[in-house]
């Protein structure tokens, strides 16, 4: 099963993007999906989190901003930012916790301009 991240681009501060991550087969046993970031110089750091149950936890620097979702039928998770901010421009990963493994897709880039 592969990830693959997109919705990343380039906008203006203020803006918003929707970022999506598709899974390409069925994951059992998954406990719960994340959005992580990088930002150049920097560790990957965590963002979102949604739990099979449906709650959500965020990072304090985006909570009230960002929105973690998920679309179960369409096997595809969710990242709706808005307010972006310049501290805001990372590449952007996904990753699901199934009963076996830490599946992770590759990354997508969001660059905010000032």
């Known amino acids: 099963v592969q990830l693959q991240a997109s919705g990343g681009g380039l906008v203006q501060a203020g803006g918003s993007l929707r970022l999506s991550c598709a899974a390409s087969g069925r994951i059992n046993g998954i406990s719960v999906r994340n959005w992580h970031r990088q930002a150049p110089g920097k560790e990957r750091e965590w963002v979102a989190s949604?739990?099979?149950?449906?709650?959500?936890k965020y990072a304090d620097s985006v909570k009230g901003r960002f929105t973690i979702s998920r679309d179960n039928a369409k096997n595809t998770l969710y990242l709706q930012m808005n307010s972006l901010k310049p501290e805001d421009t990372a590449v952007y990963y996904c990753?699901?916790?199934?009963?076996?493994?830490?599946?992770w897709g590759r990354g997508t880039q969001v660059t905010v301009s000032s």
């Open positions: 949604i739990y099979n149950g449906g709650s959500t």
């Open positions: 990753s699901i916790k199934g009963a076996w493994r830490h599946y």
